[in-house]
């Protein structure tokens, strides 16, 4: 395994989407990962463990998820990029710091590889049972960024964009991988690295007298500095002025909380990112991660039986592209949404279309992925 200076192992190789995954972080420039082992996201740090002595940084095994997602945290504010990786009730242990890293705008990545739920669930097999979760799994208004790769090349490439938006926008950015995707072997290419682009963190040229860290100059997105350079910071998850100090007034919350959350909500279009083929469709399939390439083969079916079926392929999860489904309802007679869960994101398209075209989720407890014939049977029931 040769790698170029900057760590990136360039070339052709057939990897996993775990260890693609892991290669993605390291393009994008990542140094830091803690971690605790579970199914079946541990490979990812596995291979980081490995690889990272080999570039210059650092991985902790911690004695915990709540140890793992706090301590990416500091390393963040110390200057590293820096991720962790965990999936099932590892994800719902790490919601508190999830809230904590929008706070405090920490530009971090989360990976979370699905597996089947509620609880230990299905430790081994697939389900896409935590995308609301991603979204709403911490307590208070905020907006999140999630990407949902499809293959192994998707896992890289998908990796080195989450950790461009979390600096672009300072914030944590989740990477919704599954099982499936995370287990698969295929052909990955990976680009030099001067071939790659890396957005760098948005550090400050202020001298410390005149920087605050939370001081936005029009774009919400405030500078950041790291420990040891010299400015006095305090970072808290308390509702807190331009300074970081804490502030327990509703004038502060209400200055606050617009704009973590208008950084995001005014760029939807700019996040949004699709795979789309819907130009003469009257039914569309709106699916995501390994559903989507089930769902390709029934899209097929259904045109060899002269349906007009198109594909729409959610790459952003969140933000949510209302904007996408709008246009959409205009000229479609309905959307046909399987996912592995019994309705999530169908939830959001139904929402989204608001009544003018008809919405028909098709539900799978996970385990396993849908049959081809299950999600055209739906398409066709969406023609009558």
Request: aromatic share 8%.
């Amino acid at each position: 395994m040769q790698a170029d200076p900057n760590g990136v192992l360039t070339g052709t190789h057939f990897i996993d989407g775990d260890h693609a995954c892991c290669e993605g972080a390291l393009a994008a420039g990542a140094r830091f990962s803690s971690g605790y082992p579970i199914t079946p996201s541990t490979e990812v740090v596995e291979r980081f463990a490995a690889r990272i002595p080999k570039v210059g940084g650092t991985f902790i095994q911690m004695e915990d998820e709540l140890a793992a997602s706090i301590t990416l945290m500091g390393a963040v504010w110390a200057g590293a990029k820096a991720f962790t990786v965990t999936s099932g009730p590892g994800f719902s242990l790490m919601m508190e710091h999830i809230g904590f890293g929008v706070m405090t705008e920490t530009p971090c990545v989360f990976v979370d590889v699905q597996r089947g739920g509620p609880s230990t669930g299905l430790p081994t097999l697939p389900a896409q049972g935590d995308m609301m979760q991603c979204r709403w799994g911490s307590h208070g208004d905020y907006e999140m960024i999630a990407l949902c790769p499809n293959s192994p090349q998707e896992c890289f490439d998908l990796t080195i964009k989450a950790f461009n938006l979390s600096e672009q926008y300072r914030t944590p950015v989740m990477l919704m991988m599954d099982e499936v995707v995370g287990h698969m072997t295929e052909r990955v290419v990976i680009p030099a690295a001067d071939e790659i682009e890396v957005t760098p963190r948005k550090y400050t040229t202020k001298p410390p007298g005149e920087f605050f860290p939370y001081r936005t100059d029009g774009d919400l997105v405030p500078e950041m500095m790291k420990a040891g350079d010299g400015y006095r910071f305090h970072v808290t998850g308390l509702t807190h002025d331009e300074r970081g100090y804490p502030e327990f007034t509703p004038a502060m919350q209400a200055k606050l909380i617009p704009r973590l959350m208008n950084k995001i909500r005014n760029n939807v279009k700019d996040i949004s990112m699709f795979d789309e083929d819907t130009e003469n469709a009257e039914i569309v399939v709106v699916s995501y991660g390994i559903t989507s390439r089930v769902a390709q083969r029934a899209i097929d079916m259904a045109n060899e039986r002269g349906i007009r079926a198109g594909r729409l392929r959610m790459i952003t999860a969140w933000p949510f592209p209302d904007f996408k489904f709008e246009e959409l309802a205009t000229r479609v007679k309905a959307f046909v949404v399987p996912e592995l869960n019994m309705g999530q994101m169908s939830r959001e398209v139904q929402r989204a279309v608001n009544g003018k075209a008809r919405v028909l989720p098709v539900h799978h407890p996970g385990g396993a992925v849908h049959h081809p014939e299950q999600i055209l049977d739906v398409i066709l029931e969406a023609t009558r």
